[in-house]
């Protein structure tokens, strides 16, 4: 009925009283759905639609349905009224709330209604004559309906409004108001004499909290002598100006017990606390709430759960403020994050910690001890992270907690608390197998007798002080802004620092430090085969690798490790892998794909390997002074190595670090590699998804610089459309390296540069196949500039604005299966069939994985997705092979887990190719239903058993005689139901449909078949 509220809206979960279908068909007219049906297009009552219309008619036909807008809202009035005797609940166009000879009064729509609501009562309570209008039919917008409800003593109107309109007199809603009361004064159909005073303002835009303070000052605005028109209201606009301010003490006595709980992306703290709210709901007669904040960033990230229960209904669609109990489920956040601000006196404050309960209270920093004590707050704790590694559930460890709150809080006796959580395990569980429930079952169990009171001392003991969120040399914008967002202050931070151009400074993921790691790797030189392996397969570029001169080891850490150098190439050089302890995400893929295994006497594996996971906590500070001096020892000489090559790439520094992608991430090792090979030009368009989440997400981005300032550039786009957007790159690329060739031409001419320089740089824009020959000439280009700068000629200052465009770039399309088999394939296929040298990186999890697991063309067959619940009956779109029948484009399929040179020969490839290149990257996911810390060997599981084909087609080849299609892949060895049902992604439809899943079995089986057969032949023609 109006503009829709976004996230705080889809993601809240309120006690509802559910409609019966009885309700629902006593509300709907057989007569007008018989109606409906019989203006369908049918061949047995044949009509034509969307005829073009010419100007003659065109208008007349718009015109003819302004009787149905005229007569909507009476429509809708009636069976709002309809509506009320079925179900006893009342609603109109417009719901007055307030007193009745209130004099100011504020018209909004959406959540922020209740909020008002809420606001209004508590005002009222205490004598003031204020009200609220909800508007609950937008459009067709009815000033009848408008003006009954207003209270005939209104003096001053505040429209709220949740969205900007830039350029224009007012917002929507406010535009309205005025402009229906003006008319209603002109008719004479309004209850006061006077034309109330009426201004418009903005409030909680992509769902930035608004809160009964921000009702006040509202209220508070309409009391100035002239109020401010086209205010704001929860931010500070300290640029125009049209912030209201807003007294933060001010908060409305509802009774309702609130929680918060600060858990870690993907350790199933939000889930559970989702089961919560309805156990309490469920169990109880008390009315349940329950919201989550979690930035965009994918598994690893923060979460805040924000949950409220109590007698009466809750109105408070904003965050809690002030809190009953509090719980942290990772004890690194107390180093961080003023958590403890929000609770009550006497509140309950839970964390989980490794440490014995009498040990517990000296690892807490110096300003949580004293809040605990200032506040007289009750301390317990868990060591959930060890009770669900010895039941087998890794960093899940939700359950455990919500088992801790239940018994902590006392809110269900403790035995009916326990029976509902299992059978909320059950039904969130139950489709990944029964011993994943009974895993549960377990860990709720063993919780009860887990959960300690700490004794809280009346003074402060601890030595360890909360930490800078970032060094004092950081930039000026990181200390002031981003910093402000890591600490969550994001809120207050003013439009003043916000850039207005929309444009954020790369390289800024290495300030974070998220510390989210309960375990890391250790490296063991004597065992170490220096293969780069490691380096290559870390989705989180938190484990590197360098070679270098023994003199860097001097003034070393104590601690710092090396070993000497292999190969004839690093001969006298030390080496050293280094682990960095607060950018690892613990996701174990180094480990498990190490290939340096220890062997006892007996040639057997012992089990340790040359990187062995070992407890983060006591290393930390130790490593993090070995990892900062390892980035301060000089990157190693490029000549020693060949930069297409596992071991060579990976001495490059990465220019894509600690993103924000979930632990383990199949996608991130690929733009990884992307900007080791050619970050210092690349130029990357990026499609909405995953990819622009933990790539470009705020507070911090992954994209890093060199050295001398140089590093990818990076825009998102939208999903439909990335590859033009891509393609938009390379065509401005070329005509600003067309324009300063033409610059060059004359200022050579003029005799502003060196002819022979000019020449020379002309010559190499044809040799620029080679990370040299790019050097070189950029260092050719350097001392033009040079030259120009010293010149006050016109088209000198020309030349300098586009120079850096005769050094060759590197222009990529990226994002995912959604984007490139689906929503944006038309776009695609225009680029890749322009010719034009633009690059595509397709990383294939071959399901939408950012927006919740909906199926694509890209998901094979037999699979169960979102919209594929029943098992995907159609096999996977092979998007290489369409591609390849252009004959002119270079495509590529790799999977880095299963066969890492291939994947690093076809990255070089595609990207010396002069034309259009496509690499589609198997990236295995957390969609999938797997362990992530196991996802590479999924990767050679794929490709062993014939589901995804290793090939490179490179159109060179066809000039000298050869077949372009080169088959990488050997014929399948493996299993693919084997494969397929190690993944909950074909398991979960064998468990729920087991005859559907054994039909799509056997034609998925079939399709590896036909599949390589196919390929076997093309590369044998």
Known sequence: LHFFDGFRTSHEIQKVEELTFDDIREMIDDELVAAHRARALTPDRPMISGTAQNPDVYFQGRETVNKFYLAAPDIVDETMRKFEKVVRRSYHLFDYVGAPDAEKVIVIMCTGADTAHETVDYLTAKGEKVGVVKVRLFRPFSTKHLIEVLPKTVKKIATLDRTKEPGSLGEPLYMDVRTAIGEAMTAGIVPFDKYPVIVGGRYGLSSKDFTPAMVKAVFDNLDADKPKNGFTVGIIDDVTHTSLEVDESFDVQTGAYAAMFYGLGADGTVGANKNSIKIIGEQTDNFAQGYFVYDSKKAGAMTV???????????????????????????????????????????????????????????????????????????????????????????????????????????????TAVKAIKEAVKKTYGKKGDEVVQKNNKAVDAALDKIF????????????????LVPDD????????????????????????????????????????????????????????????????????????????????????????????????????????????????????????????????????????????????????????????????????????????IKGSQLIRPLFEYSGACAGCGETAYVKLLSQLFGDRAMIGNATGCSSIYGGNLPTTPYAKRADGRGPTWSNSLFEDNAEFAMGM?????????????????????????????????????????????????????????????????????????????????????????????IGYGGLDHVLASGENVNVLV???????????????????????????????????????????????????????????????????????NGPSLIIAYSHCIAHGINMSKGYLEQKKAVACGHWLLYRFDPRLWDSGKNPLQLDSKAPTGDFEEYAYGENRYRRLKQSKPDVAADLMEKAKQDVVSRYSLFEKLSKL
């Open 305 to 415: 759960s924000h949950l409220r229960f109590g007698p009466e209904l809750i109105r408070s669609p904003y965050l809690v403020r002030r809190a009953n109990f509090v719980a942290c489920h990772n004890p690194s956040f107390l180093e961080k994050y003023d958590m403890l601000s929000t609770i009550r006196p006497g509140g309950t404050f839970l964390l989980t910690s490794t440490h014995p309960k009498d040990e517990v209270w000296d690892t807490l920093p110096v300003e949580v001890q004293q809040q605990i004590i200032d506040k007289k707050l009750k301390f317990y704790c868990i060591d959930a992270i060890h009770l669900a590694e010895e039941l087998g559930l890794g960093a899940r460890i939700n359950v455990i907690m919500q088992t801790a709150f239940f018994k902590i809080s006392e809110v269900l006796a403790v035995d």
């Open 453 to 468: 009171e700490v004794k809280v001392p009346d003074k402060v003991t601890s030595t360890i002080k909360m930490r800078k």
């Open 474 to 645: 950081a930039p000026d914008f990181v200390k002031e802004v981003t910093a402000e967002i890591m600490a969550l202050r994001g809120d207050k931070i003013p439009v003043s620092k916000m850039p207005c151009d929309g444009k954020f400074p790369t390289a800024t993921t290495q300030y974070e430090k998220r510390n989210v790691a309960v375990h890391i790797p250790e490296w063991v030189p004597e065992l170490c085969i220096q293969c780069g392996q490691c380096s290559l397969l870390c989705p989180h570029a938190a484990i590197r690798i360098k070679a270098y001169a023994p003199e860097h080891l001097k003034g070393a850490p104590a601690t710092s490790k090396s070993t000497d150098a292999k190969g004839k190439d690093f001969a006298g050089m030390k080496f050293t892998v280094q682990v960095a302890p607060e950018d690892c995400t613990g996701c174990q893929a180094c480990v498990i794909n190490c290939p340096g295994a220890e062997k006892d006497a007996d040639k057997k594996p012992t089990g340790r390997k040359a990187i062995n996971m070992v407890d983060q906590e006591p290393v930390r500070a130790i490593e993090r002074e070995n990892y900062g001096y390892f980035l301060s020892i000089p990157d190693t000489d490029p000549s020693l190595f060949k930069r297409a090559s």
């Open 730 to 822: 390379r065509l401005a690329v070329n005509k600003f390296q067309a324009f300063a060739t033409e610059l060059l031409e004359k200022v050579s001419k003029a005799g502003c540069v060196e002819q022979p320089l000019a020449d020379e740089i002309k010559d190499g824009l044809n040799t620029q196949d080679t990370q040299a020959g790019i050097e070189q000439q950029r260092e050719k280009v350097a001392r033009l500039k040079d030259q120009c700068e010293k010149s006050d000629c016109p088209d000198c200052r020309r030349f300098l604005t586009v120079a850096d465009y005769l050094v060759a770039k590197s222009v990529w399309a990226l994002g995912g299966d959604g984007w490139a088999y689906d």
């Open 843 to 913: 990383l294939d999890t071959e399901v939408y994985s950012n927006t919740g697991g909906q199926m694509s063309k890209s998901t094979p067959r037999a699979a169960v997705a979102q919209f594929a619940a029943a098992g995907k009956r159609m096999p996977k779109k092979d998007l290489g092979l369409i591609a390849m029948g252009y004959g002119n484009i270079y495509v590529a399929k790799v999977a880095i887990g299963a066969n890492p040179n291939q994947a690093v020969k076809a990255f070089v490839e595609a990207e010396s190719y």
